[in-house]
Every structure is written in C-alpha cells, then in structure tokens.
C-alpha cells in the first residue's frame, strides 16, 4: 500500500469538484483545523459515515526505558483516540476479505505448478514384480544386487541358473 499525503489527497479532491488545488487545499485545511478545534474545545467530534475523535487522559504510570532497562515515571497525558464508523469498518473488512480471496487463490495457483511440474516429471516407479522381466529379481531384491546365491550358486534367473520356471525365484 501506498501512503497517502495532504497535497495527494487535495489534487483528487480538486480534479473531482472542478475547484483549483489552492483553494481545495485551503478548503482541505480549514477542515483540518476545525476538528482539531473542536477537540480541544469540547473533547469529542463526531463525523457521521467517518468516525468519531474523542480526547481521552492518559492516567501517569511507571514504564522502563527499553534501552537502559531504568523506570521512569510517565506523566498523565492527553491523547486523541478514533473509533471508525460503521461504514469505514464495512469497507476495511471487504478490503481485509479480498486480500484473504487473493492469497487463496495465490496459493492455489502455487498448487497448481507444482501438480503440473510433478506430472511434467513423474517419479520412477518402484520396480514390481509386474515391471520385472519374468525369471528376473526386482533391482532392490538381494538376488539381483549380487549375481550369485548366499550358498554361493547362481542366483534364481541369473545366467548359469538352472531355473527353467517363468515365475520369479527368490531366496527366503
């Protein structure tokens, strides 16, 4: 997001109601003040569709000072604090629910790569005995890693092998 300043904020004002961007800006500032006015004055301003500015005393209290780890004493103060109205809330939550439908499908489409690129590029199927030649041990089977027998014969379908079964001997 970007941020947002006075004179931004004048020139789209000016360039929707046709008036020149100094006496937007004189109009703009004028508001400004009138609610910081108002505020000192009365403590609370209510703007309709907007929010409401209220200034509230901050009671004193002890806080430490995160560089040195010493307490200090905070003096009681006045702050200025908003609550947005029910229409500002009902716009930043629509906004807060399209970010959520965005990331969805960003991470669904992220998914989605990655399904293809695994069907792109299958991994090996793990021989089988349906994809072993018939007579012959699967690759990861003892007798194929060693072409002869523990006793030390030639292994069951191994050249020399005196097997003449189609199916495939293993050794227990």
């Known amino acids: 997001m970007t941020k947002k300043t006075k004179k931004e904020i004048v020139k789209t004002i000016s360039n929707e109601i046709g008036l020149t961007q100094l006496k937007t800006k004189e109009i703009v500032q004028k508001t400004f003040d009138a609610i910081v006015d108002i505020l000192v004055q009365e403590g609370r301003i209510e703007l309709r569709k907007f929010g409401v500015f209220q200034v509230k005393k901050r ?4 806080a430490r000072n995160p560089r040195t780890g010493e307490k200090v004493e905070v003096a009681e103060k ?5 609550k947005p109205g029910k229409e500002m809330e009902e716009r930043v939550k629509a906004l807060e629910e399209k970010a959520l439908k965005e990331k969805a499908l960003e991470e669904m489409r992220a998914g989605d ?5 695994t069907q792109a590029n299958p991994p090996a199927a793990p021989d089988t005995p349906e994809t072993v ?13 060693s072409p002869e027998s523990p006793s030390g014969t030639p292994a069951p379908g191994q050249p020399g092998s ?4 189609d199916k495939p001997s293993f050794p227990q």
Not at 113 to 117: C, F, G, R, V, Y
Not at 133 to 145: I, T, Y
């Open 133 to 145: 030649a018939p007579g012959q041990a699967p690759a990861n089977h003892p007798a194929a890693l």
């Open 113 to 117: 790569s990655e399904i293809t690129a």
């Open 162 to 165: 005196e097997s003449t079964s």
């Open 78 to 82: 006045f702050v200025v604090t908003f």
């Open 59 to 62: 009671a004193a209290r002890k």
